[in-house]
């Protein structure tokens, strides 16, 4: 069954909170099994629930937390404009990050595609979510 805005932008919240608690099964649990999910700066995209599972998994920083700024639907998809937070693993670096995610969903309520912009990009993140 379709969600609908209010039910999408629940489900990325739910999701976002799961991430940032360091429960990646429960965070998955939202992916459609043939999710792509679209990295930025030219990184290759990753498909399948087990690709997107392990990508969660902390490698290169010791702690990472995304608070979710503001919400924008428009049919099946959601625009999040994103603030990241993250320390390195090893060096301490500290690292801020504000970005753009688009959300697809299908019919059965679940995330087929999730494409990251960086805020340049902005104008592309739009006319993605109009879907043009």
């Known amino acids: 069954m379709a969600l609908n805005e209010e039910e999408m932008i629940e489900a990325i919240r739910r999701q976002n909170d799961a991430i940032n608690s360091g429960d990646f099964d429960r965070a998955i649990e939202l ?3 043939e999710i792509v999910f679209v990295r930025t700066g030219g990184l290759s995209e990753l498909r399948g629930t087990e690709a997107v599972r392990a990508w969660m998994e902390p490698d290169a ?3 990472q937390t995304t608070e979710l700024l503001s919400f924008e639907a428009a049919d099946n998809r959601v625009l999040t404009r994103q603030h990241t937070r993250a320390r390195g693993a090893g060096s301490g670096i500290e ?11 299908n019919d059965d309520g679940r995330v087929t595609r999730v494409e990251l912009f960086l805020l340049a990009d902005e104008a592309d993140a739009r006319r993605a979510l109009r879907g043009s």
């Not at 690292?95 to 969903?105: A, P, Q």
């Open 95 to 105: 690292m801020e990050l504000e970005s753009l995610g688009l959300w697809t969903f």
């Open 31 to 33: 992916a459609d099994p």
């Open 61 to 63: 920083f010791e702690s």
